[in-house]
Each structure stands twice: as structure tokens, then as C-alpha cells.
């Protein structure tokens, strides 16, 4: 054999023989039991975090919708003030007895323009609605009185107001509706 063969025998023999010995330790480590390595997440920790979040997250709503119902108070007061202290001055002429038909017009047109610009500035709107077809979208039947064949189906009367507010019903209108009458 020549050198070189002679040291690749050698390192061949050196490797089959610490082979076997590395291949036993490994079998003995593989029976023992690897240290407490987690491999598995721990779902009940997530779980109780994400419950918590979840509460935290509730309750944070919770306190911003009451101070958003608390805010929506305030300023719908703010804006209904200046009619209450119009008639509460109003009273007060009445009961002094300094008080004309003309100052109560004029107490009660104050008031007036006031609601009206409350209501404005909150897309609250009169509806319209005498004369025109019945809506069943926008209104209430009270009662139906014989009319003639142009009033048929037109509002006659409007008993109670109805209100719309941004584009939706605030209050359906309580309407008289006409209805002709059938001819035998």
C-alpha cells in the first residue's frame, strides 16, 4: 500500500471505530429525557391576557360613551338656555302685570327663532306635508274623512307635527287623510 492509502486506511479505522461510540451516546440521549424546553404555547396565559385586553377595552368604551352622551346634554342645555331665560322673563312681566299683547308676541317670536336656529344646527327639520300625498314612510294615518275625487289620498290635516332629522324620520306626522267617495 502506498503512504497515501496507508492514511486514508488509518483515518477510515479511526472513524468506524469512534462511530460506534458516538451513535451509543446518542441513543443514550436519546432515551433520556430532553431539559424542559416549552414547544407548545401557552394558550391559558394567552387567554387570560386577551380577556384582560378585552375588559380593559370594554370599559374604555363604556367611560367614552357615557362622556360622549354627557358632552351631547351639555350642549343640547347650552343651546336651549337662551329660550328658557326668554320665558322665564316673559313670566315674570305676566305676573308684574307690565306685560302687552304686543311684548308677548314679541317674547314668543324670540323664542321662536331661537328654537328654530337650535334646531338647524342639528339637521332638524319641519316636515311639510299638508296638500301633499300620504307618505306611509313619514307618516300616521289618524283618520281618513270623505273627500273629493283631487283630495283623494292628499293630507287634510295635520294633527301632530312631524320632524325630520338629518335626512330620517325624528317623529312621524299624525295626518287626516282624504278619500273620495265611491260612487255605487
Known amino acids: 500500500m502506498s503512504k497515501h492509502n496507508k492514511k486514508h486506511q488509518e483515518g477510515y479505522e479511526e472513524l468506524t471505530e469512534q462511530q460506534p461510540a458516538q451513535e451509543q451516546a446518542e441513543t443514550v440521549a436519546c432515551e433520556e429525557p430532553a431539559p424542559a ?29 357615557a362622556a360622549l352622551i354627557a358632552y351631547g346634554k351639555k350642549d343640547f342645555a347650552l ?3 337662551p329660550m328658557y331665560e326668554v320665558l322665564l322673563r316673559q313670566q315674570q312681566q305676566l305676573q308684574t302685570g307690565k306685560e302687552d299683547a304686543q311684548a308677548l ?15 338647524r344646527a342639528e339637521g332638524i327639520t319641519k316636515m311639510e306635508v299638508k296638500g301633499k300625498p300620504y307618505n306611509p314612510d313619514t307618516q300616521e294615518v289618524v283618520a281618513m274623512i270623505p273627500a273629493d275625487k283631487k283630495q283623494d289620498g ?29 260612487e255605487n
Do not use: C
Open 105 to 119: 308676541q314679541d317674547g314668543m317670536r324670540m323664542i321662536l327663532t331661537e328654537l328654530d336656529k337650535a334646531f
Open 37 to 65: 424546553e416549552k414547544t407548545e404555547p401557552d394558550y391559558r396565559d394567552q387567554y387570560v391576557r386577551l380577556y384582560a385586553e378585552f375588559d380593559n377595552y370594554r370599559k374604555r368604551t363604556e367611560r367614552e360613551k
Open 154 to 182: 292628499l293630507v287634510i290635516d295635520e294633527v301632530k307635527m312631524g320632524f325630520m332629522m338629518q335626512d330620517q324620520v325624528l317623529r312621524p306626522a299624525s295626518v287626516v287623510v282624504g278619500q273620495a267617495k265611491e
Open 79 to 81: 343651546k336651549m338656555l
